[in-house]
């Protein structure tokens, strides 16, 4: 029942901006946390950044400082907004919604070329 769909990625140069957006239905937003991880070939899905039902928000100390995750709960909607991107962030990001049982969205493809 739980959907999430992210857009926004792309191919970007080392140095640019991107800005991932993730809508989701099926479930009280508000009330959930939310987070952004990222999958490279090869290795294992980490998380990148989170934020909680109040709007409290952890990074991943390789994205400190350069993304920010935001919440708007009106339009149901996560953002990760990612700066000084470089070819290491080149990915799969997903977002995910949820406490005990977590739900993915399908993910969108970051490439950094350098």
């Known amino acids: 029942q739980v959907q999430l769909v992210e857009s926004g990625g792309g191919l970007v140069q080392a140095g640019g901006s991107l800005r991932l957006s993730c809508a989701a239905s099926g479930i009280i937003f508000s009330l959930n946390p939310l987070g952004w991880y990222r999958q490279a070939p090869g290795k294992q899905r980490e998380l990148v950044a989170g934020i909680s039902s109040t709007g409290s928000t952890n990074y991943a100390d390789s994205a400190k400082g350069r993304f920010t995750i935001s919440r708007d709960n009106v339009k149901n909607t996560v953002y990760l907004q990612m700066n000084s991107l470089k070819p290491e962030d080149t990915a799969v990001y997903f977002c995910?919604?949820?406490?005990?049982?977590?739900?993915w969205g399908q993910g969108t493809q970051v490439t950094v070329s350098s």
């Open positions: 995910a919604i949820g406490r005990g049982r977590i739900s």
